[in-house]
């Protein structure tokens, strides 16, 4: 949804964004519509980069005031920049790109409990990530940044595992590889510049990438069947997403050096005991937990709790950014290797690899 609004509105202007934005409340996909509005930024440029947080906010506003496309007309109208040819819009499907059937949803979905928000990825049962889906999960945060009533984020996903980072048997490794990756990891390195606390409910496994993930969240809750593994050397090449600066910082540099090194699972236990992950719950509790912590930090004076954690972080950022462009240097050229080839073709074929150093 969010990737076909991008295109439409490139030739639209941000009044069309934002026409498509009140579009979704009514239809009460307000989720959707706070995403849409952030992502009408990157079409448009940064010269309106602030009148469309001001929209965000409005957005916010008008889900909890008006119920019906009726109600919203005048109002959302006239931020559209007309309201007549807003009403015209609404009335008149002719006029709405078929192509943008609220039937159809981003990988992404956003949910608002009370002050607190969760975005869920929806890519079940592996949660594989792309561009286009960091993308996603970190203008979605940034938006709601801009929402003062938003105070925490519950960062989940749908099916049996929390990600599986890239899914390399739809996306092989060729000579395009290096430049998504940084493309890639341009989107991730967004991932810790959110202001919002992030609390990361992992069911199932976490690896590679998706550990990656796990570790831009401030805070991590699993269960007993939650597992992680930094398994980047069994694939032959070095790890990505900055986990070379977030993986020591969390559970220590010896505990880092092992996992990556090795990249052996770590199950529940052991990573909680290391620091992995915060809280371990039963399975079937996991994202309720999260929620429930998220909305304990919520209950926090939020200017104070923002403060802290950019107190807490400070360097974070740059430390990340540092790796990300080493880790980078690293894959791009351990991609070209022997060891490299055998490690993925052995991970899709489900066996154990046999390196030989070349």
Known sequence: MIRRLRRWGRGQGAASFEICAAKLIANENAGLAVSAAHQAH?????????????????????????????????????AAGSASSFAHLVTDDTHWNTDMALTETSDVHIELDGDVAIIEIRR???????????????GSATALATDTSCRAIVLCSEGRHFCAGADFAAAPIDDSQAERSRLLYREAARLFDIELPVIAAVQGAAVGGGLGLACSADFRVGGPTSRFAANFARLGFSPGFGLSATLPRIIGHQAAQDMLYSGRWVPSEEAAARGLLDRVVPDDQVREAALLWAHEIARSASLAVRSIKATLRAGL???VRTALDRE???????????????????SLARREPTFHGS
């Open 124 to 138: 079940g049962p592996a949660n594989y990530f792309d561009q286009a889906l960091l993308a996603d999960i970190a």
């Open 328 to 346: 980078l240097a690293e894959q791009a050229r351990l991609w070209d290797t022997d060891d490299s080839r055998e490690g993925i073709a052995a």
């Open 317 to 319: 950022s740059r430390d």
């Open 42 to 78: 990157g079409a448009i440029g940064m010269t309106r980069e602030y009148r469309l947080q001001q929209f965000t906010r409005r957005l916010n506003t008008w889900r909890s005031e008006f119920g019906t496309s009726q109600a919203l007309q005048h109002r959302l109208g006239t």
